[in-house]
């Protein structure tokens, strides 16, 4: 694991003295940070996730045997989860094990079938979708976010750069921002992209949008935004991708699972409309004085356009 990836956890969960996640967190925590494991640590949080209760009753000499893998392990395990020791993972998988039994989630799968019902095709989809949501509500670190509004708050501009779904993502901030009266320009062509992260200064803000973290042509434009500057944020499903080198602030998001008849680009990017509907709201309240007004003048602009 990259030093990177152990500095973004550490601020996640507020470093050593932080508070561990709740209990119904922690299977989130463990799909957002698994692929960012080694294949080890994978055991052990593949193994607390699937049975709590199970690996509740085990010593962590225990949970080291069931898992194939060392004492060490699981304890470096527990800390990357955000618990100070396996003690405090014991006590929240006791408690995520109780919550199961009270109210168990719907016996629903998201893989879809060819020949599935349309209506299990939409029940699927609803589940899924409410986990990503859920997944990346628990993983989002509010102070990282609290940063990003700031910044964009008092921005002079804002580029923000995606391609493929992510640049609808990005459309969309975009467009919010405008609608705040804020300078904002949504970028999906890389060559503009990095032409106009040239023109960025201090005070400006640049937003890259990447799933997988390792999109060149988003990377390219941050990194240059970066170097001359302006405040850079990363949305991300991969918090150890090679965007978030030249990332001020990490907003991560799920990690969805990709099947054959859905993509990941269709799953994460509920999880990055969150993130980017927590953003907007944020900044519309830190400008509501300027901001009220220009949402009600562009309602009024378009008014005429919806009635019948």
Known sequence: MTQRVKEIFARERGGPGGTPPAPAALAAKVRTLAPSMTRSMQRV???VAGDPAGCAALTVTGLAEL???SEATVVRTARLLGYPGYRDLRLALAGLAAQQQSGRAPAITTDIAVDDPIADVVAKLAYDEQQTLADTAAGLDTAQLGAAVTALAAARRTD???VGASGLVAQDLTQKLLRI???AHA???PHLAVTNAVQLRAGDVAIAITHSGST???IEPLRVAFERGATTVAITGRPDGPVTQYADHVLTTSTARESELRPAAMSSRTGQLLVV?????GVAQRTYETAAPALS???EALAHRHRP
Not at 277 to 281: E, G, K, R, S
């Open 277 to 281: 509907d927590c953003l907007f709201v």
């Open 216 to 218: 060149g042509d988003v």
């Open 297 to 299: 003048a562009s309602y």
């Open 160 to 162: 923000v750069y995606g």
């Open 181 to 183: 009266g804020l300078m």
């Open 187 to 189: 970028h999906s062509d």
């Open 67 to 69: 898992t194939g893998t």
């Open 45 to 47: 949080a593949e193994a």
